[in-house]
Every structure is written in C-alpha cells, then in structure tokens.
C-alpha cells in the first residue's frame, strides 16, 4: 500500500489512469484529502464506492503517530511523530496573533555538521521521503483540529536535517503542499532554510518557496569554524548566488544570523555583516543562540544582542530578532533532536513511549 502524502497530483493521475479509471478522480481525492480534511475513502461521496474500495487498498491515509508532545510556556509546541521505521521526527508548532507556524523537519538527524547545532550532533541517519514531510504537516493538522486549535497558515522547513541535502523529496513535498487542488499554500507562506547548499538552492525559482541562508558569520574564518560546509560553499559563493538569482521584484533573500556570545556578536562582527549585505535586497534575522548541554556555546547578553540590532538598523537593513519560541521543551533553533542524544533508547532502535510534558510538570 504506498503512502498518499507521497504522491503530486500529477502521480496521482498517472497511477488512476493506469486502472483506466478517470484522471480527473484525482482531483477529488486532492480536494476530499487535503481541502475538506477528510481521511476516511468511505466517506468521499461523490466517489462511485466501489472505486473507493479500490483506493482504499491502494492508498494508506494514516497519519504518523505522536510518540511525544511537550508544551512550552510560550504557547509553542514540539511533537514527535514516529516513523514507520521506529525514527522520531519532531516538529514544531508556533502560534502568533495572526498565524500558526509549523517548523518541519526533512532528515533524521544531519551531515552538515554545524558545531552550534544538537541535530548535527546526532550525525545523518537517514532523508525523509517526501510522504513524511508532508505527512508531518497533515498529522499536525489533524492533531490541532481535534484539539480545536487555529490551523497551521505558514510552513518553515527549518526542523531536523538540512533541505538542500534532501532536494528530490523536499522539491516533490513543496508541489504537494502547494498545489491548487490540495492544500493551496502560496510560496510566501512557505520558508525554506540552507546552510548554503548552492548545488539543491540553483534548482529553486523564486516562486518555490521564501528562501533562508544561515550565515552566523560574515567571515569565512569564522563560518568555517561554526559550519564546516563554509569550506565548500565559501561566504563569496553563497553572495554570488544571491546576486544571481533571479526573483520578482519583491523577493528578498532572508539570512538568518545566530548571535553566539564571543563568537559572531562584537560591534565589529555588526559592521563586516554590514559591509557584506550592502549590496543586497534581503532581511536579516538575528537569532539570539540557544544553549544546550550538548554544545560548547553560550547565548550572548541581551544588550549585546541590542547593539548589534541598532547598528545593523541605523545602516537602513531590514533586521529583525527573532524571538526563540519553545526553549524550554527542547524546541528552538538548534535544539531539535536532543532526545536522541539525551536518551538511548530514542536513537533509533524504537519510538520513544507517548508522553505528555508540561512546563509545569518540568519546572
């Protein structure tokens, strides 16, 4: 039986067509499944039931389950969703004022090896398919739906593993998520972040998603020692890309900055960051760093953090700090996958057990 959320519209045709049945059913199990939110084949009406029969044999609709939850006092959320194959994947749930943001992941743990992160720590076990990615979005929706909390509106892929490194599934996940019969999502709701992988982020137009780089440095000295793969794609490579790239009049590349006290947030880390984006049309988000037992880095003062964000804003940039949401239950950029680390019995071998964790059960 092979996994719906894996399928674009257009594979979706190919493989009705092949029972010679009409292509345009795939439409209908588009709309049934990701329009009107309903996974059960008995229940899509205006589909002869004998043809669901037929679907529902082909096709598994099941959502992933949750091996964890953990609630932060921010009002974020992680979940982790076990695979079929025992993996924890976890995901991130994000409510605003106006938006619900989900931060999905695309790897089991990652090979690019960036010092400041705990996923890297676990190194590469696997990609995820693109039924996986996807499938974390609908299990998520489902999950809040009957929780009776607002929808997911926005989609980050800044979760486990690196996008870049994964570019077939998470290029065949972005049509699934956006595509007019199904869940419609424009690409400005979607963010898609690289560490600077230029080989996968070429193959993108500007209308595949809203595109992040994370910099952390705006020298190759320093990037190199925080990302290894600044070896490869060196700080000139990646600006060469940007210059290159051919947007709408309105896309700005978005770099995401994390602020690691001693590291990248002196005045003049300020200034070479400046002198590097001068030229550029893009947003700058400044991630404050978030601390972990299993990483040698400390979070800078929030004055430093301060003067950085003037400095960058009193020289006419686009600069935001982005608040860390969900630090408290491992959930923030750079914390994802700790249980792996914290826990052995979550490295793979088999699901972590359901558990339900409160700030106030942790504190």
């Known amino acids: 039986m092979e996994d719906f959320y894996g399928l674009t519209l257009s594979h979706l045709e190919a493989q009705i067509g092949a029972l010679g049945k009409e292509k345009y059913r795939a439409r209908q199990l588009f709309r049934w499944v990701y329009t009107l939110s309903n996974l059960d084949f008995s229940e899509m009406t205006n589909i002869p039931k004998g043809l669901r029969t037929v679907f529902s044999e082909m096709f598994s609709l099941a959502t992933m389950p949750v091996a964890e939850e953990r609630h932060s006092r921010d009002g974020s959320m992680k979940l982790a969703l076990a695979a079929k194959d025992g993996y924890v994947i976890e995901t991130v749930v994000m409510p605003e004022k106006n938006r619900v943001t989900l931060c999905v992941s695309t790897q089991i743990g990652c090979r690019m090896g960036c010092r400041f992160c705990v996923t890297g720590k676990i190194g590469f076990k696997r990609n995820l398919s693109a039924a996986e990615i996807v499938g974390q979005v609908i ?61 996968g982020l070429k193959t993108l137009d500007a209308k595949s998603a809203v595109l992040a780089i994370s910099l952390n440095a705006a020298d190759d000295e320093t990037r190199s020692m925080l990302m290894p793969i600044n070896r490869l794609y060196s700080i000139g490579k990646i600006m060469d890309f940007v210059r290159g790239f051919k947007g709408t009049k309105r896309t700005r590349i978005t770099f995401e900055y994390i602020l690691i006290k001693g590291v990248n947030d002196s005045l003049d880390d300020a200034k070479r960051l400046a002198d590097l984006l001068k030229d550029i049309k893009c947003k700058i988000n400044l991630i404050p760093y978030n601390p972990s037992s299993h990483t040698e880095f400390e979070r800078p003062e929030r004055q430093q953090v301060d003067r950085f964000h003037q400095y960058l804003l009193d020289r006419y940039f686009t600069v935001i700090i982005r608040d860390s949401r969900g630090q408290d239950v491992g959930g923030a950029c750079g914390q994802l996958g700790m249980g792996y680390l914290d826990d052995a019995a979550g490295r793979g071998a088999a699901p972590r057990k359901k558990r339900t964790t409160s700030p106030e059960a942790t504190s």
């Open 139 to 199: 299990t998520v929706r489902e999950y809040l739906r009957k929780a009776g909390k607002s929808p997911v509106t926005n989609i980050v892929f800044m979760g486990m593993g690196e996008p870049m490194d994964n570019i077939d599934n998470v290029t065949t996940a972005l049509d699934i998520l956006k595509d007019q019969a199904g869940l419609d999502l424009s690409y400005r709701k979607i963010t898609v972040s690289s560490v600077g992988l230029l080989d």
